[in-house]
């Protein structure tokens, strides 16, 4: 049964930079695209970034683009998410989530604020 465990949220301020980590087992990781959601109170669940099997395909949303990056690591089972120049809108719940499953994270809190 696949499991996702995210790590790394918190608190901090704007124009800050947090990293993201998300563990996963279970699961084949090398064999699924990965992705990075976002769900802000009040707020529909967003997709903020995906990456293919290999790492070499990415996508972002127009909000993070130019500011996060989403890697993956197949040998340590890891799927990671570095924010940059942090928003207070990019406050949220951040899952991690293995493209076209029903598997997600339990998430973690960002929190952008001064």
């Known amino acids: 049964q696949a499991q996702l465990v995210e790590s790394g949220g918190g608190l901090v301020q704007p124009g800050g930079s947090l990293s993201l980590s998300c563990a996963a087992t279970?699961?084949?990781?090398?064999?699924?695209?990965m992705s990075w959601y976002r769900q802000a109170p009040g707020k529909e669940r967003e997709l903020v970034a995906s990456?293919?099997?290999?790492?070499?395909?990415?996508n972002y949303s127009d909000s993070v683009k130019g500011r996060f990056i989403i890697s993956r690591d197949n040998r340590a089972n890891t799927l990671s998410l570095q924010m940059n120049n942090l928003k207070p809108e990019d406050t949220a719940v951040y899952y991690c989530h293995i493209v076209r499953s029903n598997s997600w994270g339990q998430g973690t809190q960002v929190t952008v604020s001064s």
């Open positions: 990456i293919g099997m290999v790492g070499r395909r990415k």
């Open positions: 279970g699961f084949v990781f090398s064999a699924w695209d």
